[in-house]
């Protein structure tokens, strides 16, 4: 039986790819940073799809010693790893920091995917057939990579959550092109869900003005179900077997930014990251 791991599978589009996973048979692990949420969400899955190889873990990505743990339990617990989802992320309107000190959303949107999936090479190399799937984003076609960002070092006042999100969403796509040249033999995709009717810009101590607006337009965003399209395809269809390290919108690939193809660029990502997570590294 495939062993899928989905972080942020508790909510939104995560949860959706984890409905659509287990109803074609897999064992999902969602990984989850409020360990009561995913138990509930794992309880919701089984009884939806009537499944029972529904799983939770936890795993805070705004903290790397909790990432650390999560990679130690998986391993243990499940032993097997053939999909691996980085699903998990967020947008906050205010600069705000993950345990280690980074900007909240390059720590939780890449830093952490970054040291969970480099640690997990391992066992998805055992798989006949990995996949890793990143959910990056549209907003990456405007992002920058500014290293001197990472620890938010523009301070509170210079921060633009916008910019912050593109980089975040930037760095998905070129870890994911990184990802395809050093592991040939795992297929590495990054994709963009659509604008998608879920809580993201609700939480995480969002202001005011945010809230309302993601409210407002809400309703005319794809339903969370048709979110999950593109992931759940990368994750089934043999199509996706047959390249790697491409960008998909709508089960197609689509050519990403420009600066997504640039490859100094992905490495001195990858080697940048490495460094900021080494502590972690095993
Ligand atoms: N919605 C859109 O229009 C849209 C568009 C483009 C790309 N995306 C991308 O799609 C992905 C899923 O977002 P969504 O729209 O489904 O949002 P969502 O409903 O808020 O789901 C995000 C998931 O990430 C989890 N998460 C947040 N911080 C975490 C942390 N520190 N550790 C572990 N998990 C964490 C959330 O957990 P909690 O439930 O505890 O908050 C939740 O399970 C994100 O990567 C997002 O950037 C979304």
């Known amino acids: 039986m495939q062993h899928i791991l989905i972080?942020?599978?508790?909510?939104?589009?995560?949860?959706?790819?984890?409905?659509a996973l287990a109803r074609k048979g897999a064992?999902?692990?969602i990984a989850c940073r409020d360990l009561e949420k995913a138990k509930q969400a794992v309880s919701e899955i089984k009884s939806i799809t009537k499944s029972q190889e529904v799983r939770a873990l936890h795993c805070d990505l705004a903290n790397l010693d909790s990432v650390r743990t999560a990679i130690q339990n998986y391993k243990e617990r499940f032993g097997r790893l053939d999909i691996l989802i980085n699903n998990a992320g967020l947008i906050t309107d205010k600069l705000q920091f993950t345990k280690d000190g980074f900007e909240m959303q390059i720590g939780v949107n890449h830093l952490g995917h970054f040291l969970l999936t480099t640690e997990l090479m391992d066992i998805l190399h055992r798989s006949e057939e990995p996949r890793i799937i990143n959910v990056s984003s549209h907003a990456h076609y405007k992002g920058k990579i500014n290293f001197?960002?990472?620890r938010g070092e523009q301070g509170p006042k210079s921060y633009s959550a916008m910019q912050a999100y593109r980089q975040s969403k930037l760095a998905n796509v070129l870890f994911t092109k990184e990802l395809a040249r050093r592991?040939?033999?795992c297929y590495s995709h990054s994709l963009h869900p659509g604008v998608v009717s879920t809580a993201i810009a609700e939480k995480n101590d969002n202001g005011i003005l945010w809230r309302g607006m993601w409210k407002v337009f809400?309703?005319?965003?794809?339903?969370?179900?048709n979110g999950a399209k593109t992931t759940v395809y990368l994750a089934?269809?043999?199509?996706?077997l047959k390249t790697n390290?491409?960008?998909f919108c709508k089960q197609k690939e689509?050519?990403?930014?420009?600066?997504?193809?640039?490859?100094?660029l992905a490495k001195k990502l990858w080697d940048v990251s490495t460094q900021l997570v080494s502590k972690y590294i095993s």
């Open 254 to 264: 689509k050519a990403p930014a420009k600066l997504a193809e640039d490859e100094a």
């Open 27 to 29: 064992k999902v692990i």
């Open 148 to 150: 001197d960002s990472f």
């Open 7 to 19: 972080t942020g599978g508790n909510a939104g589009i995560g949860k959706e790819t984890a409905v």
């Open 183 to 185: 592991y040939s033999f």
């Open 245 to 247: 390290g491409k960008y």
């Open 218 to 225: 809400k309703p005319l965003f794809l339903s969370p179900t």
């Open 236 to 240: 089934s269809s043999p199509e996706a």
